[in-house]
């Protein structure tokens, strides 16, 4: 394994600083630093960027984050038994790690970072979903990062990237195309993990669009979650305990009431969604 810094190995870090991994934190450590170099890289060029990290734990990818040449790395972690050897790694690259010891879906991180900014994150399976949607939802638009490199696990990934007629398509799939680009980028087996999770993970890319459909975030929510939520049910069925009138308003935006929500593409709901709050 090439050798990425002159710090110990990360076996060496959780055995010195007793980091057994917690399954109530969502704890799978990632140990092989050419894989948390490959994620790194995946977030494209780090130099002269600030990094918003999630959940670094002993901090295989923190590493590969600065290794690979990022201005700042600012780690949120609310376990303080990684906060030693996450010291060890800001001893090693002055002036370039903050770490906030804090739960992330508490902090507000519009307020850490002032210029071009990364999210990367082997996130907490249990935490990844509502952070993902607080930061689509980030008001302005666009938003205060350039790209998110996300860890979730493979069904989650799919459910992000699925489009219109994919069984994975749903609310996440509509909120995540309606503001970003976004891909799966490489699956990571359990094994990759330390313990290793019973499922198979994917990183996900994803870009925010300059430009975006503008609709009220909290209308689309509505919305997807009302029609998806029976998505056996036809549109005029599902939707009819949102607003009595949705015969019309499906006739508008050139929806056929019979189709299901599964059937319908993003631009649509966001077309619906844009109509049902203008006339709310
Ligand atoms: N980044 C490390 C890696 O790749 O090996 C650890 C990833 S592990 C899947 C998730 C990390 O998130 C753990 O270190 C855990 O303590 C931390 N964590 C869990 N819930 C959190 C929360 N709400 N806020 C911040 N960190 C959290």
């Given amino acids: 394994m090439a050798q990425i810094d ?16 917690k399954k109530t934190l969502g704890q799978n450590f990632l140990l092989d630093l050419n894989l948390t170099l490959k ?6 060029s780090l130099e002269g960027r600030t990094v918003v990290e999630v959940g670094p734990g002993p901090g295989g990818l923190t ?14 972690e609310k376990d ?21 010891d804090a739960d992330a879906l508490t902090v507000d991180m519009t307020t850490l970072v002032s210029g071009p900014a990364r999210i990367i994150a ?25 790209s998110m490199t ?32 976004a891909f799966i980028a490489f699956d990571v087996p359990p094994s990759a993990f330390t313990p290793p999770p019973k499922v198979t993970s ?4 994803l870009v925010p669009k300059d430009a975006i459909v503008t609709a009220d975030a909290e209308a689309v929510e509505n919305l997807t979650a009302a029609a998806f939520g029976q998505r056996r049910k036809m549109l005029r069925q599902s939707l009819k305990s949102l607003e009595p009138e949705i015969l019309a308003y499906l006739e508008d935006v050139g929806i056929e009431p019979t189709e299901r929500a599964e059937q319908v593409p993003v631009p649509a709901f966001l077309a619906l969604a844009q109509m049902l709050s203008r006339n709310g």
């Fill in 6 to 21: 002159n710090l110990p190995p990360l076996r060496d870090v959780i055995r010195q600083h007793g980091l057994n991994a």
């Fill in 39 to 44: 994620i790194a890289k995946t977030a494209g």
């Fill in 63 to 76: 590493r590969a984050i600065l290794a690979a040449g990022a201005d700042k790395v600012i780690a949120i």
């Fill in 80 to 100: 303080q038994r990684c906060l030693p050897a996450l010291q060890e790694i800001a001893d090693a690259y002055p002036g370039k790690l903050d770490v906030i």
């Fill in 122 to 146: 082997n996130l907490p399976y249990n935490v990844a979903t509502p952070l993902l949607i607080n930061w689509l939802k980030t008001d302005p638009w666009p938003p205060w990062y350039e």
């Fill in 150 to 181: 996300l860890m979730f696990q493979k069904e989650v990934a799919q459910r992000i990237v699925a489009e219109a007629g994919e069984k994975a398509y749903g609310r996440l799939g509509v909120l995540s195309q309606w503001r970003t680009d």
């Fill in 202 to 205: 994917s990183i996900v890319h």
